[in-house]
């Protein structure tokens, strides 16, 4: 080649190792409460994105969604999957990757994997979520469901909330195995239950997140007692739910973005105008959060883009002068850029 | 690391320089043949198409779009940015990647640039449109506007559509000289005009590529004699359109998806139920094209997902078992899929 592209046409990429090393770089509960942070932060000005439901790609077997959003200077996406029947075929049920972009001249500036990144984010929302709705000194948590998100939900809200003890149920008895190991040595107390009603016993926070693509009852009403905190993780698409509509009655319930929520969590059980509260309100003090200790609050919880363009622009912070990524030879630069032609004939 | 990412975790890349080898490699008239016949055959299946206006986020200076189709088997997406004022900076107007997924696994197992790629598609488009709608015999094109895209309308005229004449204007003489430079030695004959009235002498295929985001006038009543193919390209977005009214009164008109092109194209200057034709139901025959030796027929192109579709399909095709790709570490992929957290763990 006779030219070498110049600096504006490579995009900084963090491939999963990059994203590994990072992790364990900054350490990974550091990084929830950072993450955490700039999720906080981007709830705090929550008005000044765009915002839309993400838009959804359905098949049989899943969906395939593209997240986009933008604060007038920054501008970032996420494409990402939901396949439940993959885990039989040794692929992950959600994997992803994001671009940050500049607005003002719409290049890219970032690209990253996001199933790692993903799985950090949502544990860290809902950690967020946890701290300004949970009851007062709460430290015990039921994490129904030990899949690929249970350990990081475990860490955040251990990092975040001050959770002690996390008490597991999962269907699936070495899911619960595989994440009992995982967590040792990482100063949590961990109780393998039985059942989803023997993992609520003494929780003040529950945690649902088992990925099925149909209507499932993960909670009946009659566990869920006075006072507690629910996240909601799991149901995050039309048709897919964890919580008996029962408990939703009872409860007082938060969501991320209405318009999307109603589409896709566990509120797609009730009617269009069910009532709801935004979350950014309670974090700026425009709506109540928990007001009194024995009501039930749920973080109907599926994935907002602004969580994703927080962790995009947290990475991106983060990788600065590091050598956690790498350039990637991604736009056309021609030296005189109505001479794109020319470029490629140079390249001859 | 202990473990290394499996096949599944990685995606084939093409980079800007690996998709300059695979032009050369392949030759660029056959190159924008067999993407033309790419393009077309999804037309001809564009009732199997799930179809949505892109996703625009417009700001002051231009816009960012994420452009996504799927086919029910192939999913596919393009991220790409409009700024006209880019080009005074040194920066592309258009630039832009795409990525291609397996809808059963929601699996990305593409991402390639696709600035260079786009410019081809275009091309390709404005061609197969051409080929189906121009009068017989039509061999002279004027080019108006010779920025990034004029080579590669000109190329692909000349090898789908017979054309051997291209009579060049720009309002920056430059441009027209960088066009005809770059064009030397390609089989045409090439004839610099000073004004766009000039260029469309003894045309029956004008094309306009121009951009600019404001409502211009490239081309005015007068100018455009019975009879002629008109390829207006420059106007894509709200607020930005090339062709005086008039024009498209006196002229049938052919979309790509008349909801988005109602937006975005010529006819936004157009009542909302403005009679158009579209543009795959000629080539199914469903429809009439071309009716007499007088019509003007106007291909009023702003570039749909579909034909991002074909070109990530084109080189998807065209990449295997080549090297014009490398291999990016983009999907986590854990042996036990439930195990992100352990994958994390082990790679400390």
């Given at each position: 080649m006779n030219s070498q592209p110049s600096q504006k046409a490579f995009v900084p990429f963090v491939s999963v190792e990059n994203m590994m090393r990072l992790v364990h770089h900054i350490g990974i509960e550091t990084l929830l409460v950072e993450l955490c942070a700039f999720v906080e932060e981007d709830f705090k000005r929550w008005e000044s994105f765009d915002k839309v439901p993400r838009i959804a790609s359905h098949s049989k077997e899943g969906v395939i969604e593209l997240m986009p959003t933008s604060d007038g200077d920054i501008y970032g996406f996420k494409y990402v999957n939901g396949h439940p029947k993959n885990t039989k075929e040794g692929l992950q049920t959600v994997t992803g990757f994001g671009v940050l972009a500049d607005v003002?001249?719409?290049?890219?500036?970032l690209l990253t994997e996001m199933t790692l990144l993903t799985a950090l984010r949502t544990a860290a929302t809902s950690a967020m979520a946890t701290r300004h709705l949970?009851?007062?000194?709460?430290?015990?948590l039921a994490m129904i469901g030990n899949g690929a998100q249970s350990e990081f939900q475990a860490l955040a809200l251990k990092a975040i909330c001050g959770v002690k003890t996390v008490r597991l149920y999962d269907i699936d008895a070495k899911a619960t195995e595989k994440t009992m190991r995982n967590l040792q040595g990482q100063g949590l107390n961990m109780v393998a239950c039985h059942s989803a009603q023997e993992a609520v016993q003494g929780a003040q926070i529950i945690t649902t997140c088992t990925a099925d693509k149909q209507y499932a009852t993960i909670l009946t009403d009659n566990m869920v007692g006075a006072g507690v905190h629910i996240n909601a993780i799991g149901g995050d698409c039309p048709g897919k739910t964890e919580l008996h509509k029962d408990i939703l009655l009872r409860s007082d319930t938060f969501v991320e973005y209405p318009p999307q929520t109603r589409i896709e969590g566990e509120i797609q059980q009730m009617a269009a105008d069910y009532p709801v509260t935004e979350l950014w309100k309670v974090i700026t003090g425009q709506a109540k959060g928990r007001t009194g200790e024995r009501q039930i609050t749920l973080f109907d919880s599926v994935g907002f883009a602004i969580e994703d363009f927080s962790a995009l622009r947290y990475v991106y912070s983060r990788i600065k002068n590091t050598t956690y990524f790498e350039n990637l030879d991604m736009l056309a630069d021609p030296?005189?850029?109505?001479d794109l032609f020319g470029m490629l004939q140079r390249a001859k």
């Open positions: 003002a001249t719409g290049y890219p500036v949970a009851p007062r000194g709460a430290d015990t030296d005189d850029p109505r």
